[in-house]
């Protein structure tokens, strides 16, 4: 935040009457601006959403994902849930904040798709469908993704586990080879056992596939692959409508991987859910 302080500070003479509307504000809301899209700046400031991506420009950033990440170097002090409560109430405390906040996942998911490294998708795609086993280390909020991709991944490969105890992590992970994979969740508030798991995986030369929110993100130095998907919002929950997105991306082009070897495996699941009933049929 001190890198974005001073150059607002140094360019403020040369700002035009938009560009200081948007710069007052980011130096007044300091813990809420590194939540926000572009298009929810440009909004509450009163100006256009080019008009922010070009004063992210204007300060020297090549882009506002980039003058984002620093603006969010401030809150890795992990703001705690009555803090971010407070913003919460900043932000959404409109009748109409539902749409807000349906606009903002939707802009969430719009700048994943254009920031998508897709060779590094194609990889993690790869390191998945060739794996011995795939385990995947989640926790806290993180663990409703952890179970929607294992449920899936599982379905189709058959080799993969979430690590539902984060105490039973060690045991899990002690044979460990470089054949298989592990992919780790993890969105600010990080969690140490999340990390540690992820580190111990690295050092035994088990490839690992992160999804995680941002660059900054502590998960990253432990990756082989990083996957990034963004969760902030300004309230005391994560959004995961842009993470999931991208899970569900993951698991369709594995589908597509395997699809010749798993349709008789899937053919022979449709006839056990079948006799046991599984699904409703009116």
């Not at 403020?12 to 130096?27: D, F, G, H, N, T």
């Not at 506002?64 to 401030?74: D, G, K, M, R, V």
């Not at 993951?250 to 699941?269: F, M, P, S, W, Y």
């Amino acid at each position: 935040m001190q890198e974005v302080i001073q150059r607002i500070t140094e360019k403020m003479p040369e700002m035009s009457k938009s560009q200081r509307k948007i710069a007052k504000y980011i130096l007044n809301n300091t813990y809420s601006v590194p939540f926000f899209t572009a298009s929810k700046l440009a909004k509450m400031t009163g100006v256009s959403e080019a008009t922010v991506v070009r004063f992210a420009t204007f300060l020297g950033y090549s882009g506002y994902p980039e003058l984002q990440q620093a603006l969010q170097e401030s809150i890795q002090k992990q703001l705690s849930t009555v803090e971010r409560l407070k913003i919460s109430d900043d932000v959404y405390h409109e009748e109409k904040a539902i749409y807000d906040i349906f606009q903002d996942d939707i802009a969430r998911i719009r700048w994943m798709a254009e920031n998508l490294d897709a060779d590094a998708f194609r990889r993690a795609v790869d390191l998945i469908v060739n794996a011995q086993r795939i385990f995947i280390i989640a926790n806290r909020s993180a663990v409703s993704l952890g179970y929607f991709l294992e449920f899936y991944l599982d379905m189709i490969l058959e080799n993969t586990e979430l690590i539902r105890n984060p105490y039973g992590i060690s045991e899990k992970l002690f044979r460990l080879t470089q054949q298989d994979v592990v992919i780790g969740l993890g969105f600010a508030r990080y969690t140490q056992n999340t990390i540690d798991a992820l580190s111990f995986a690295k050092d035994r030369g088990t490839p690992v596939i992160v999804i995680t929110d941002h660059a900054l993100s502590p998960l990253i130095p432990h990756a082989d692959i990083a996957l990034t998907a963004p969760s902030e919002m300004p309230s005391f929950i994560d959004s995961f409508v842009a993470p999931l997105s991208l899970i569900n991306a993951l698991i369709t082009a594995v589908g597509n991987q395997k699809r010749h070897t798993i349709q008789q495996h899937l053919q022979e699941l449709e006839d056990i859910w079948e006799r046991f009933h599984i699904f409703y049929r009116g």
